[in-house]
C-alpha cells in the first residue's frame, strides 16, 4: 500500500562553514606522508575545520543564512529542530543551544532529533508530520557537527574523510502541491559497534574511560559492506512507495559519507555525474550536516526547482539506512 502524500515545502536553506579550510596537503605535512597521499586516499581536496567556534553558533550562522536568502522574518518560526549527529554537550539540547545564538522570538520551542548522519531526512519527515497536524506553521530544522573535535589522528581510515559545517531549511506545509512521496528508515543493530564515541554518556562513566573512547572510532570496511548489502531493498522499496522508477528522480542528494561510498553510489544508480550532487572533494564528510549541505548546494546550482523529485539517501552509525523522495 502507498503511504499517504505528506505535504511540506521548503521555503529557503542555508549554509555555514567555519573559518579554517584545512587542505589534503596540509595534512600529508602533519601526517608525515608524501605529497599528494591524503587526496589520494581521501579523496578530498580540502575541507574546514573549527577553531574556536562553538557548534551551535555554526548552526546559527547557516539558520541566519537560511532566513536571509529566503526573506524569512525570524519571529515567524515557532519550532526549530536540530539534527546533529553529535550533540554540542549532554545537557540541555543542542537546539536550546542554538536558539540561545540564532536570537529567535523568545520561548521559541526546540528539540533534537539524531539519527547519526540521516538526522536530516529524520527530521525533515517529523517537520512535515507536525506541520500537518497544523500543531506549528513554521519550522527550522538546522544540522551543524564539529567532527574534528573528534578526530582520532591515529587512525588513518577514519581521520582524514571528515569536515565541519551546518547547514539549515525553513519549512511549511504548503499548499500540498510539493511534499514527501517516500520514505524509508532502517537500522540493522549488529553493526552498532561499527561506528561509534563511547565516551560522555551514562555507558561509559568518566573514571572508567579511556582516552580513545572520547574519539572516533571506526570500522570503515564492516559498515560498507553491512549497508551495501541492505541499501539495495531499502530503495527498491523506496521507489515502489512513490511509485516511482529511478529514471523519474531528477537529482540525488546523498550523505557525503567516503570517496569509496559516493563512487559506489554512483556505480549503482547509473545516473549522470551532473544529477548526483557531489560536494565531498570540497566539504569532506560532515556527519548530520552533509544532506542538507548538499540540498543547499542543490538549490543555489538550479538542480532543486519546483516540480522536480530529489532522492535523499544515506547511511548512518547504528548501522542505518534511509532515504526519501521529495517533490519540490
Known amino acids: ?48 575545520h573549527a577553531n574556536d567556534e562553538h557548534q551551535s553558533a555554526v548552526a546559527a550562522q547557516a539558520l541566519h543564512d537560511a532566513l536571509a536568502r529566503g526573506g524569512i522574518e525570524r519571529d515567524s518560526i515557532d519550532l526549530l529542530i536540530s539534527a546533529s549527529g553529535v550533540q554540542e554537550q549532554q545537557l540541555p539540547s543542542t537546539a536550546a543551544l542554538v536558539l540561545g545564538c540564532a536570537g529567535l522570538r523568545p520561548g521559541t520551542p526546540g528539540f533534537d532529533v539524531n539519527a547519526s548522519c540521516i538526522s536530516f531526512p529524520v527530521a525533515l519527515h517529523m517537520a512535515a508530520s507536525l506541520l500537518n497536524t497544523s500543531a506549528y506553521r513554521r519550522i527550522a530544522i538546522v544540522a551543524s557537527d564539529l567532527a574534528s573535535r573528534g ?11 571528515f569536515g565541519d559545517g551546518a547547514a539549515a531549511v525553513i519549512v511549511e506545509r504548503g499548499d500540498g502541491s510539493s511534499g514527501i512521496e517516500g520514505y524509508r528508515l532502517r537500522t540493522y543493530p549488529e553493526g552498532k559497534a561499527y561506528c561509534e564515541i563511547r565516551a560522555g ?26 549497508a551495501s548489502s541492505v541499501m539495495e531493498s531499502l530503495l527498491s522499496d523506496l521507489l515502489d512507495d512513490a511509485r516511482l522508477r529511478l529514471s523519474e528522480i531528477d537529482a540525488v542528494i546523498p550523505h557525503q559519507a567516503s570517496h569509496l561510498g559516493m563512487r559506489h553510489l554512483a556505480e549503482r544508480l547509473r545516473m549522470p555525474a551532473a544529477q548526483i550532487v557531489d560536494i565531498y572533494a570540497t566539504h569532506g564528510n560532515q556527519v548530520a550536516a552533509s544532506i542538507p549541505t548538499a540540498l543547499h548546494e542543490a538549490f543555489i546550482t538550479g538542480r ?9 539517501i544515506g547511511t548512518a552509525a547504528g548501522v542505518t539506512v534511509g532515504g526519501m523522495v521529495l517533490k519540490l
Request: without cysteine.
Open 1 to 48: 500500500m502507498k503511504p499517504p502524500f505528506l505535504p511540506v515545502s521548503i521555503l529557503s536553506s542555508g549554509k555555514a562553514l567555519p573559518g579554517r579550510k584545512v587542505t589534503s596537503s596540509e595534512l600529508d605535512t602533519r601526517l608525515s606522508k608524501s605529497a599528494g597521499w591524503v587526496q589520494k586516499r581521501s579523496g578530498i581536496a580540502y575541507r574546514f
Open 151 to 161: 578526530i582520532d589522528w591515529s587512525n588513518a581510515e577514519s581521520s582524514l574523510i
Open 201 to 226: 554518556t551514562s555507558r561509559t562513566p568518566r573514571r572508567g574511560a579511556q582516552p580513545a573512547d572520547f574519539l572516533f572510532q571506526m570500522d570503515g570496511k564492516r559498515v560498507f559492506r553491512l
Open 304 to 312: 532543486a526547482q519546483p516540480g522536480r523529485r530529489l532522492l535523499l
